[in-house]
């Protein structure tokens, strides 16, 4: 099955899998099975089969999957057996936490590049990185054969800019500003609203 034939609700369930082998591995577990997978995420053990199906078959009946190869098939497959380089736009509070993070490089991405639009701002250092000017963010881009951009804007500016990482050449966008981006077909879009998520978690309280 290609990968545009996948529902992408099963993709966005793999990296949750690919979290639950690694603590595995880190345990010195070396195979586990559907049923232990499911316990451990709250997710049947017929769906983890079904999701893994569309990819191939990576256990034996009754003896399991080995962990450490399931999980390398699935970073195979997220394509996080390499690293990817992401530019972060937008250094304010937010910005500045996740330049500092350091969860990303283990999971198969590194900040390289760090852009703001504050001539305030512009030449400060975090890290290593120095913070650039919006206008540098092509050749950066072009120059590192950068895809992937982290938005950390107002919501307000927020698709001028996602427009300009299109233009520049990336090609995945995952934004932070509480607003739903209108891009071209062909980009990816994934929206990260912590508000949005409180407001489902009050609905129940």
Known sequence: MSPKQIP???????????????????????????????????????????????????????????????????????????????VLIGIGDLGRALAHYGGFVDRGFRIVALFDSDPAKIGQKIGEMEIMSMDKLADVVRERDIQIAMLTVPAVHAQKVAEACLAAGIKSVLNYAPITLKLPDGTHIQHIDPVAHLQRMTHYL
């Open 8 to 86: 992408d609700i099963v993709v966005g369930r793999l990296p949750v899998y690919l979290r639950a082998l690694s603590f595995l591995a880190a345990e010195g577990i070396q195979v586990t099975s559907s049923q232990e997978l499911g316990k451990r995420l709250g997710i049947s053990a017929a769906q983890i089969r079904k999701d893994l199906s569309h990819f191939g078959e990576f256990g034996k009946q009754g003896t399991g999957y080995n962990v450490a190869f399931l999980r390398d098939q699935l970073k195979r497959i997220l394509k996080v057996d390499r690293e990817w380089p992401v």
